[in-house]
Structure formats: C-alpha cells, structure tokens
C-alpha cells in the first residue's frame, strides 16, 4: 500500500515538473520573439567624398562635393553625401545615418583619384588608401567591418576611382618593367569584408561629369590632357567603359557595361557597351592609333 502510494506521489511530482518546464520554455521562447531586433527595410544611399586637403586646390573634388551636398538636403531620407578625412570618421558618419533612420545600406559611391604611377587599384577615403595592400591593414578592415552589420544581398558598393577595378598589367612610366593594378583582388577583398552585396569598379577612367546623377553614360570616356596619351595608358584605353562586379553571395567576378547613378545615388548599369551606346570605337582606334613615348611628365 506505502508503495502504491509513493509511486503515486513521483508520478504526480514528475508531471508537475514537466508542465512547469513546459510553461517556462515556452515563456522563454515567446520573450525570445519580442527581443528580436526590428529588421531594417528602409535603404539610403551615400555619397563619400575626401576631405580636401589644406592649400591643394581640387576642382573636380569641390564640385562633387557642391552637388552630392545639394542632393543630399533635398532628399535626406535616400540620400546622404559624406565628406571624411579618413575611413574612420567615414565609418562613423555611416553609421549615424543608418540608425537614424533604421536602415540598411542601398548604394554607397566612394568617389576618388585613382594614381596609375603607384601601380595598383586604390580609391582613397581621406587620408585613408584602400587597396589590396592596405586591406590587410587591421585599421582599415575595421572601418568597412563596422559596416557589414547594414549590408544587405542587395547593398552595392561602387569604387567611384579611375582603374579601380583594373585586372590588366601596367607598363611602368619608365617602360622598363610592368606591374599587375590587382584590382579584381581589391573588389574581392573589400566584398569579404562587408560579406554580403555586390562590387563595382572601373578597368578605365571614370569621367565624373555633370550627368552622374541623371543615369548618363557619365562614367565612360577619357580626360583630354596630353599625358594620358602617353604609350603605359594603352591598357587603359584599350578597357575605355569596360566596368568589373563581383558578387559576394556567389563569388562571381565578371565585366558589366558602364555604371551610373539615378537621383536618388542608386545604382543604374547601362543597357549598352560604352563603344556602342557612344559609338566610340572609331574614336579608341584613332587614339590607340596615337599613342607615344614621354609624354607622362
């Protein structure tokens, strides 16, 4: 009889237990839902220029900044233009912005000077060098990783810089050897770091003309001056509008047609080539044609 008894009395504890553990997991899951942070469905474009540089005069570097600014107070909640002294303070700006308004990162244009004399890709932010070299600088790679929390599959991020996306090699200025520009290795790395989106960069100029912003073939072209007609740019002429992607989601790295921005800094690829929607071809061959020794000074 005892025994029946206290069988009786474990069943009924266990049972008590169990539904105790029961009400208390499924309590936990529920809070578990009401913590989880609001996903963030709005997205804002930037715009990110260089600080200028004190006593250096940079016209083009001036008028971006006039514009993109312009833009920017007219249209605040998609459009953000940033001027940064280095990739630190960039980050930061960023940041700000995007909890702002609690969004995610749509396009964001890193507009620069590339240096073919140095020999590689690069796009500076500030005093800030970003290329495949300074990738690997723990400095750099943590202003971008601070990012990578607001990118999104569809977020885009466009070296706005002359060959910042060249894979070609380079004769130097003296011709005496020749150097890879490793710009296929900046895309891919910069893509790693943010770990999701797509990468954009130029295998040639990028002609930053007033119709940026109004879906032009703005990007495509080539500066007039003399020294550009020297024989090392011949790569270069040769990959006139010729824009590189790399997608982070597939590691697809492949050629696309020239890129642009609507009026709102989103991202917007041409239906055509530069050479056809520009009828350029005759004009590179012409140019190719002309090209001579000593003329970088």
Request: hydrophobic residues 35%; aromatic residues 10%; contains cysteine.
């Amino acid at each position: 009889m005892k025994s029946a008894i206290i069988t009786t009395v474990i069943t009924f504890c266990t049972l008590c237990s169990y539904t105790q553990q029961n009400y208390t997991g499924s309590k936990a899951t529920n809070q578990d839902i009401h913590t989880e942070p609001v996903k963030k469905q709005k997205k804002l474009n930037f715009f990110i220029i260089s600080k200028r540089q004190k006593g250096k005069l940079d016209l083009a570097t001036r008028f971006n900044i006039f514009r993109s600014k312009i833009k920017s107070t007219m249209r605040p909640e998609k459009f953000v233009a940033i001027v940064a002294e280095n990739a630190e303070v960039m980050s930061a700006k960023v940041r700000y912005r995007l909890e702002k308004y609690n969004a995610t990162i749509g396009t964001i244009w890193f507009d620069s000077h590339g240096i073919y004399k140095k020999g590689h890709s690069l796009f500076q932010i500030g005093s800030t060098e970003v290329s495949f070299k300074t990738l690997k600088d723990s400095l750099v790679t943590q202003s971008f990783g601070e990012l990578s929390a607001y990118a999104t599959e569809e977020t885009k991020l466009v070296i706005g810089s002359c060959y910042g996306g060249a894979t070609y090699e380079r004769s130097s200025i003296d011709y005496k050897d020749t150097t890879r520009m490793n710009g296929d290795s900046l895309m891919i790395g910069l893509g790693k770091i943010m770990k999701k989106g797509i990468v954009y960069g130029s295998e040639s100029w990028v002609m930053t003309k007033p119709g940026l912003f109004k879906r032009k073939v703005a990007v495509g072209g080539a500066p007039g001056r003399k020294l550009f007609r020297d024989v090392c740019y011949e790569p270069v002429w040769k990959k006139v509008g010729v824009w590189n992607q790399y997608n982070v989601s597939n590691s697809c790295f492949q050629s696309i047609n020239p890129v642009a921005l609507d009026p709102n800094g989103n991202l917007v690829i041409r239906g055509e080539s530069f050479l056809v929607e520009k009828n350029f071809k005759k004009e590179l061959n012409k140019n190719l044609s002309k090209l001579k020794a000593d003329l970088y000074k």
